[in-house]
């Protein structure tokens, strides 16, 4: 029997195939599939790139956007309730007065008119229902902004979920698609040592059933991949979008500060959090508008009119009246409750058990967000692991499958080693792929539970997506 390596200089093309199944060399594989089959080049985009169309095109986030203003306007309205308010009266009447003769000597009719104007201005001077109503209003433009605030990274997250979830179709079509090119030469290659008698048929038939596999699991891989593209497209408008992968060698690190360093900046800066304590300000302000010393009210009032009358009325009446009179009045108005029929009670009751209720929401709001930090924290460590385990896993299946080839050659590995150990590269270099956009998404999940997501953390992630995927 040969020699291991003199089965291998028989096949010099078969080595040089072998030695040249890099993941760069599987990736560079797929992509040339992939050639013929894309209907035109698209532009390569970034996560910034589909974070800013998504802006613009997602439904979600407008309706974000404008719950964002509308609560906005809570800051006018508590600036409203402390301003004068001024009212303007007017009023116009026709009037006819008969007195029948068996009242008077002779009956007599006259008709009369009249009208006035009054202007009245009211300024608050003490009121505590409008001070909690002021505090609760303000709370909400607080809350309206961390909410927005909350959506739009949240938008951000899903985004790069659906980037990523892209890419991984995308990788399995690629990786389908290599492995039919090498399984059907490996398919012709069994069949060129069965006619030469130095293989057996059943060679042959194993190469043919795994590329018949491969032809029914490119079918639910393209299916993936329509899906993924379509979820994308939902979010940034574009059919044809076309993402930018991380690099191969990019370097996996862990958190650079300790767990419990993240949760504390989380519950300082998470919009969720600010949203949770702003909606707990107004429940308590709430309550304080319903106390008894904020229903006592003084304000400044002042009015100013004028009246006038037209026809003989006063003649007709006897009395004496001038056509036109004008005035005005000052003074301050106190309105305080003496019985409310125990309502004002009843109110008060209600709002504290809302506000506790507020108080417990902002602490399981707390427990959550502690716990999407440990998640993300431990993804990320996880992940750069992981990366560097699979990396080292790709390269011992580069090494066994070619220990299987050449087995094959000198008889102590079979066909479906072969078949089972290239699978193997294959589905490793998939793995690798696939941690690696688990630990780019895990960054900027830890980066949301954290509340610190922004532009800077889209550009530094964008830093590690260069290489164009295949289509």
């Known amino acids: 029997m040969p020699p291991p390596m003199a089965c291998a200089r028989r096949h010099p093309r078969r080595r040089l195939l072998m030695l040249d199944h890099s993941p760069r060399a599987l990736a560079s594989l797929a992509g040339l599939v992939f050639v013929g089959l894309s209907a035109g080049p698209a532009l390569a985009q970034n996560l910034t790139q589909a974070y800013d169309l998504a802006l613009r095109h997602d439904p979600d986030h407008a309706e974000a956007l404008a719950n964002r203003d509308a609560a906005a306007a809570n800051g006018d309205l508590a600036r409203a309730l402390w301003l004068p308010k001024a009212q303007l009266q007017a009023s116009s009447s026709y009037s006819r007065v008969t007195l029948h003769p068996d009242t008077t000597p002779a009956g007599l009719s006259n008709d009369g008119s009249g ?84 293989a057996k048929i059943t060679d042959v038939y194993e190469a043919r059933a795994r590329a018949d596999a491969l032809t029914a699991q490119l079918v639910d891989a393209r299916a993936q991949q329509d899906l ?74 002042a009015t100013a009119g004028e009246l006038w009358r037209g026809g003989s009325d006063s003649a007709l009446l006897g009395v004496a009246l001038p056509d036109r009179a004008e005035g005005f009045t000052a003074g301050v108005r106190l309105k305080a409750p003496l019985y409310t029929g125990g309502s004002l009670t009843a109110q008060r009751s209600q709002a504290q058990a809302q506000a506790r209720g507020a108080d417990a929401q902002l602490a399981a ?107």
């Open 115 to 198: 009208g006035a104007v009054l202007v009245g201005i009211e300024q608050p001077l003490i009121d505590g229902e409008a001070r909690a109503q002021s505090r609760q209003l303000r709370a909400g433009v607080q809350a309206g902004l961390a909410v927005y605030d909350a959506r739009r990274q949240k938008l951000a997250l899903d985004v790069a979920q659906a980037y990523f979830d892209l890419l991984k179709a995308q990788d399995l079509v690629a990786s389908v698609l290599a492995q039919q090119a090498l399984t059907q030469r490996e398919q012709q290659a069994a069949q060129a040592r069965f006619d030469a008698g130095r």
């Open 228 to 301: 993924a593209q379509s979820r994308l497209a939902e979010f940034t408008g574009l059919d044809d979008f076309a993402p930018l992968r991380p690099r191969t060698d990019l370097a996996a690190a862990a958190p650079s500060e300790a767990l419990s360093l993240w949760q504390a900046r989380a519950e300082d800066n998470a919009p969720s959090i600010a949203a949770r304590r702003a909606q707990l300000a107004a429940s308590q302000a709430k309550a304080d508008q319903y106390r008894w010393s904020s229903q006592i009210k003084i304000s400044a009032t």
């Open 365 to 471: 709001a707390k427990r959550d967000l502690r716990l999407d930090v440990e998640k993300a924290w431990r993804a990320q460590r996880s992940g750069a692991d992981q990366i560097l385990a699979l990396r080292a896993a790709l390269a011992s299946a580069q090494l066994q499958e070619q220990a299987a080839v050449t087995g094959r050659e000198v008889g102590v590995r079979t066909q479906t080693d072969v078949l089972a150990s290239q699978a193997q590269s294959f589905e490793t270099d998939r793995r690798l792929r696939s941690a690696l956009y688990d630990y780019e998404y895990s960054r900027l999940a830890l980066s949301v539970a954290a509340g610190s997501l922004d532009d800077k953390t889209l550009a530094q992630a964008d830093q590690d997506l260069t290489e164009p995927a295949s289509r």
